[in-house]
């Protein structure tokens, strides 16, 4: 069975920086999209940052010049470097990833269990 597993989260002042790590293990053939989602109390789950196999990247416009996303193929983890964080960053981050299972023989979502990122003076 695939899993991920993040780490990173935790509590920061205002302008600190986390690096979030999703190490993606288990009969896994091939990593296509690596994604970070979070999601704040009571509000809807966002995409936050994504990356593609080819390393095309995209972000979410409150988090640009921000946050960075990147991947390391060789140890199956996709990063999320956040700096100048801001209490409104406060969520529950999530990893996500498309995956190919070796196994199973077919391409799906993955997710983590999620980490808390909280940012307060």
């Known amino acids: 069975q695939v899993q991920l597993v993040e780490s990173g989260g935790g509590l920061v002042q205002p302008g600190g920086s986390l690096r979030l790590s999703c190490a993606a293990s288990?009969?896994?053939?091939?990593?296509?999209?690596m994604n970070w989602y979070r999601q704040a109390p009571g509000k809807q789950r966002e995409l936050v940052a994504s990356?593609?196999?080819?390393?095309?990247?995209n972000y979410v416009d409150s988090v640009k010049g921000r946050f960075t996303i990147s991947r390391d193929n060789a140890k199956k983890t996709v990063y999320l470097q956040m700096n100048s964080l801001k209490p409104e960053d406060t969520a529950q981050y999530y990893c996500?990833?498309?995956?190919?299972?070796?196994?199973?023989?077919?391409?799906?979502?993955?997710w983590g269990q999620g980490t808390q990122v909280t940012v307060s003076s």
């Open positions: 996500n990833a498309v995956i190919q299972s070796r196994s199973y023989g077919a391409t799906s979502h993955y």
């Open positions: 990356i593609t196999q080819f390393g095309r990247i």
């Open positions: 288990g009969s896994i053939f091939m990593i296509n999209d």
